[in-house]
Nanobody, 126 residues
């Protein structure tokens, strides 16, 4: 089992950057595929980015491709989401998620993940 805690959210102007972190407790962090999702008010949860356990495979939602990057430091049990060129439409609560799997198959559905953090608010002003 793993517990996830996100941090790094806040208020930023359009065009700015933020880096979110997700710290995981528990063992064998490298055996967990990780994902970032976001949910804006009255909208469905949206896939943002995913990364395999070893970090060699990354993939992104169409709305953030080219602006966001995902990375992980398995020695620190942490996954990061670097967000650049932020837009007001990026405003949402951002969640990290985990699933214990050695597969590198892309997981873009929320139902594919077993563990979730509490979320961190990102607000982008115009």
């Amino acid at each position: 089992q793993v517990q996830l805690v996100e941090s790094g959210g806040g208020l930023v102007q359009a065009g700015g950057s933020l880096r979110l972190s997700c710290a995981a407790s528990g063992r064998s962090f490298s055996s967990y595929a990780m994902g970032w999702f976001r949910q804006a008010p009255e909208k469905e949860r949206e896939f943002v980015a995913g990364i395999s356990g070893g970090g060699g495979t990354t993939y992104f939602g169409d709305s953030v491709k080219g602006r966001f990057t995902i990375s992980r430091d398995n020695a620190k049990n942490t996954v990061y989401l670097q967000m650049n060129s932020l837009k007001p439409d990026d405003t949402a609560i951002y969640y990290c998620a985990a699933r214990q799997t050695w597969s590198i198959v892309q997981m873009r559905g929320a139902g594919q993940y077993d563990y979730w953090g509490q979320g961190t608010q990102v607000t982008v002003s115009s």
